[in-house]
């Protein structure tokens, strides 16, 4: 299970809108296992550039700055997330023979444009990745409001 606070989702969303038709895409950061606690996310350029309309490269960058000020803490990069344009919240088989890390969560938002032709995220899944086997694993994602 995936657990984020409603403010870093919507982030994610904004994110993902302002990419568009591009894809867009970030690190998550939090702690757990089996039980993963998203506590922020960081997002990132996507640095592929003849297929960015349905494929992403992560900007490596962004992910050794975040490691670097992780280091030693409690936190770790605990997954990425990219978004679909006009596709789906389900992952690719490009994602999938690309998820390098499989005990990374990949949250997915698939984003279109809405009735005034503004792109809106609209469904997010996660999933476990895991390119040696080929497989996708449907992670329950759980949403909880921000304290005050």
Known sequence: MIVFGSADLAAIAKAAEA???A???GLL?????????????IPADNLERERHLDRFELDPAA?????????????RIVGHWHSH???????SAED????YEPELIWLIVAVAPGPDGRPQAG???AHRLDATTGSARPEKLRVFPDAP
């Open 85 to 91: 344009p006009n596709g789906s919240a389900d992952p």
């Open 19 to 21: 990419a568009f038709p």
């Open 29 to 41: 950061i939090g702690r757990g296992r089996r039980i993963v606690r998203v506590s922020r996310v």
């Open 123 to 125: 469904l997010r899944l």
């Open 96 to 99: 999938i023979a690309r998820a």
């Open 63 to 75: 992910r050794f700055a975040a490691e670097r000020t992780l280091r030693g803490g409690p936190e």
């Open 23 to 25: 894809e867009g895409c």
